[in-house]
Nanobody, 124 residues
Framework: QLQLVESGGGLVQPVGSLRLSCTAS????????IGWFRQSPGKEREGVSC????????NSADSVKGRFTISRDNAKNTVYLQMNSLKPEDTAVYYC?????????????????WGQGTQVTVSA
């Protein structure tokens, strides 16, 4: 059974950068579309970015386009979220999740096998 683990979160100042990682156990990530999601206190979980199995297609929310980049290294069984030019409003718990088919969807209902999340805090 696929289990996902997020890492790389932390405290960063505005306009700083972080790189999140999503790794897998129980199965290989290469069989799955991976999405990154985030949830801030009092808000619903929102889709951030997703990537197809080969890493050739991605989709990102308008709020992060030009700042966040999703990528994957199937040999390392890892999907990354490079976050640049961070803003306080990016503060959230970030989750990765898996899907079988790529459609560009950022809807959480289309994903499963959720990780436990990693906290990202953007503050001066």
């Amino acid at each position: 059974q696929l289990q996902l683990v997020e890492s790389g979160g932390g405290l960063v100042q505005p306009v700083g950068s972080l790189r999140l990682s999503c790794t897998a156990s129980g199965s290989s990530l290469r069989f799955y579309v991976i999405g990154w999601f985030r949830q801030s206190p009092g808000k619903e979980r929102e889709g951030v970015s997703c990537i197809n199995k080969l890493g050739s297609r991605t989709n990102s929310a308008d709020s992060v386009k030009g700042r966040f980049t999703i990528s994957r290294d199937n040999a390392k069984n890892t999907v990354y979220l490079q976050m640049n030019s961070l803003k306080p409003e990016d503060t959230a718990v970030y989750y990765c999740a898996a899907a079988e088919f790529y459609s560009g969807s950022l809807h959480e209902a289309d994903f499963g096998s959720w990780g436990q999340g990693t906290q990202v805090t953007v503050s001066a």
